[in-house]
């Protein structure tokens, strides 16, 4: 649900970006996106088509790369990602630490004409 | 057509205001507690008990989509209080706690922030808090963490509230407490139920203790 205020502040960098380098239009936005952000991508698509309306990134294409967050086996060492319901290892099932991943939440690039 | 790397943080705005209140609240003498907890999870019943218990003076900020009836029990109690209405949003940002501090007549002590209940958006939302606290209850059940990793993720601390109700759910402690240690390996878990009053004292001596580091750091 808090993908609105997050699309709005999206599109006001992207303005922002754009007037700077005299940008006219803005063909594509590629976005980083960890996982423990929360951030739905259709969302933030459905959001920014009516944002960027009457703008330089109307009609963008939005690209999403989405990160995983990642744990660290306490027992073994082995890096996993989590499934349903468990932060254990799959490897050899003890519990597993988060290591600082997923919480990313970036514009990376615009493609510009 | 020509590919320019932007590498620009979305919430750069929000973050901005945040560095903001957290000098002004700092300037204050404020040690500030984002409470994050789905609705019902008894945040304003469990502010209220712990204020019985803190020998440090509070004060508290409400954030609420509609309504004043939080903002009203704790006027009730004398407690220095302010209500933020976000009329429609899903949680507090930045700017509308930055309005709040400025009409909050309150220094030298705790403030509570009482965000909107809501276990995903508040949490993405930086208030400059000096930490949050996230707030899972017996009722809702044991998967909260691997439901919603961010908040446990990012909370200084735990509470688990309605402890009393234990006999009446199948609430798996173990299963809570390994989805918490996973994410967050050092946060202490508190226990409490504000209805009864149980393990306030707990809760009450960290929370001092957090206060006089926050003092004496500054």
């Known amino acids: ?113 | 057509m020509e590919e320019i790397v932007i590498i620009r943080d979305v919430l750069e705005a929000n973050n901005n205001v945040a560095s903001e209140n957290k000098a002004i609240k700092d300037e204050r003498n404020i040690l500030m507690v984002n409470i994050i907890g789905s609705p019902g999870a008894g945040k304003t019943s469990f502010i209220l008990r712990a204020i019985e218990h803190l020998k440090v003076p509070c004060g508290v900020i409400e954030g609420d989509v509609t309504s004043d009836i939080d903002a009203k029990k704790m006027a009730e109690k004398k407690i220095p209080v302010v209500q933020i209405n976000t009329g429609g949003s899903c949680h507090l940002n930045a700017g509308s706690v930055n309005r709040a501090l400025q009409s909050l007549s309150f220094d030298n002590g705790i403030v509570f922030i009482e965000n909107v209940g809501n276990l995903i958006c508040p949490s993405e939302f930086e208030l400059g808090e000096d930490f949050k606290l996230a707030m899972a209850n017996v009722p809702e059940g044991d998967d909260k963490p691997y439901k919603y990793p961010a908040l446990f993720t990012k909370a200084k601390a735990v509470v688990l509230n309605k402890i009393d109700m234990l006999p009446y759910f199948e609430f798996d402690k173990k299963f809570f407490y390994d989805g918490i240690r996973a994410l967050n390996p050092d946060a202490p878990i508190f226990e409490v139920s504000a209805r009864t009053g149980e393990g306030f004292g707990e809760f009450a001596k960290w929370l001092e203790e957090e206060y006089q580091k926050f003092r004496q750091n500054k």
């Open chain 1, 1 to 113: 649900m808090h993908e609105l205020s997050v699309t709005q502040s999206l599109v006001d960098i992207l303005l922002e970006e754009a007037q700077k380098r005299n940008v006219k239009k803005v063909t594509k936005v590629t976005v980083v996106i960890g996982e423990l952000t929360g951030l739905e991508s259709e969302s933030i698509r459905f959001y920014f088509d009516v944002l960027s309306e009457n703008t330089v990134a109307e009609g963008a294409e939005l690209v999403f790369k989405m990160i995983k967050a990642q744990f660290k086996c306490r027992q073994c060492g082995n890096i996993f990602e989590r499934t349903n319901f468990t932060f254990n290892c799959p490897v050899c099932g003890a519990t597993g630490v988060l290591v600082d991943k997923g919480k990313e939440f970036y514009i990376e690039s615009i493609e510009v004409e």
